[in-house]
């Protein structure tokens, strides 16, 4: 009865819209201007009557927080997605204006339809429908817009370490095409040098090429990657090569190569672990040879996950069986996101969920589709109420 009370106060078409707006509102990472986007999630909230606070990041970057009370001291709930896209890169590639947010042939079109303003869109949908449901929530449902997802997650960082919120659940928005993860992978980021000796490129035995030398470390590397997955197309460690610079001058041996190197973690393994992997690649391809390689890291964050049987997981599974009328089972989310530093730094159980594709995301001509906009919301919203034990309230 209580969920078909909350669909019922739900329009989804308000998420497709809410979700054209935060598109047109550019806001591209970096450099990190979020401020538009911020301005339509405020903006929708003092529409529908829905407190909320500004949390300022930094230099004018805010994160927008808002919260359904429930009963003192009980479980909270933590929706969560980003104000922040990533660039749209060469604006000749699109075939529409990155930022245009138009609507056609079922599809929203635009940089962050998918990643993540569509998620973004439906929480806001979902949450005035629990508002205006007159559900009575046994523990407060926060709702809150973060900035600085795409590069450092400071605006998750913020809200968890500089403001109240401690959410015991949390329902982080990224495109899993509305089946549930409960599980994301790690990072660690390495700068990998080979250091030979330069020389007149008319004398190239009188120096140590250190671009050649990179080149089997960069070989090494991807025989390193093709055992890492193991043959598996996803939910597996993965590795790749994403950065290299070298040389001096085209007439001159290049004493200095330096590569960077993007590692995914699985649930389970150590960065300390991936860290020796890459060392033995590095020696191993320059044994024998007159030049020195050094691996270091420079950035790093553990892998989550939320146990396949825990509450919040079968509740969600459950939310989106009923809008869809299918249930895939738990997930892995291939990339890194939110859930990282809330779990790290809040233990809260966290999953994530949202429409689109992950495929879909940071590229050209990004997409999301209508119909998974909408489905999402009422996910959300069914998600809400069972997580909260939601029920009416009597006069």
Avoid at 247 to 266: A, E, F
Avoid at 300 to 324: C, G, N
Avoid at 334 to 361: F, N
């Amino acid at each position: 009865m209580l969920d078909g009370k909350i669909l019922k106060s739900l329009d989804p078409r308000k998420a497709v819209e809410l979700t054209k707006r935060l598109v047109r509102a550019k806001s591209t990472n970096p450099p990190g201007n979020e401020g538009l986007a911020s301005e339509v999630v405020a903006h929708f909230l003092d529409e529908t009557g829905i407190e909320y606070e500004e949390h300022e990041v930094s230099d004018g970057r805010r994160n927008v927080v808002a919260t359904l009370k429930g009963s003192a001291n009980r479980p909270s709930l933590l929706f969560t997605s980003h104000l922040d896209v990533v660039p749209p890169g060469d604006e000749g590639l699109w075939s529409k204006d990155p930022f245009c947010g138009e609507e056609a042939n079922g599809l929203i079109y635009g940089r962050g339809s998918t990643d993540a303003k569509s998620s973004l869109g439906a929480m806001l949908c979902a949450v005035e429908a629990v508002a205006e449901s007159g559900a009575e929530l046994s523990g407060d449902l926060v709702f809150a817009a973060v900035v600085g997802e795409e590069t450092d997650n400071i605006g998750i960082k913020h809200l968890i370490c500089k403001t109240n919120v401690r959410p015991s659940m949390a329902l982080v928005g990224e495109p899993t095409r509305l089946r549930v993860a409960n599980a994301h992978k790690g990072i660690a980021r390495f700068n990998v040098r080979v250091k030979g000796k330069a020389a007149h490129a008319s004398t190239p035995s009188m120096g140590a090429n250190a671009i050649s030398g990179m080149a089997r470390v960069v070989l090494g590397l991807e025989e390193l990657a093709s055992r890492l997955r193991g043959g598996r197309a996803a939910g597996c460690p993965t590795l790749v090569v994403s950065t290299i610079k070298g040389g001096v001058k085209d007439n001159v041996v290049p004493p200095d190569c330096s590569i960077t190197v993007d590692r995914r973690l699985v649930a389970g393994e150590r960065v300390e672990k991936a860290e020796a992997e890459i060392k033995e690649v590095v020696a191993a391809s320059l044994k024998g040879r007159a030049m020195e390689g050094s691996v270091e890291l420079y950035l790093s964050a553990p892998p989550a996950m939320t146990p396949a049987d825990e509450p919040i997981v079968l509740l969600a599974r459950k939310a989106v069986e009923k809008v869809t009328g299918s249930d895939e089972g738990p997930c892995n989310f291939e990339a890194y996101c939110d859930m990282g530093p809330i779990v790290e730094l809040s233990g809260a159980k966290t999953v994530i969920l949202g429409p689109g594709s992950l495929e879909g995301s940071h590229v050209e001509n990004e997409v999301v589709s209508v119909a998974e906009v909408e489905g999402a919301a009422k996910a959300y919203a069914l998600f809400a109420l069972g997580a909260l034990s939601g029920r009416t309230k009597t006069g």
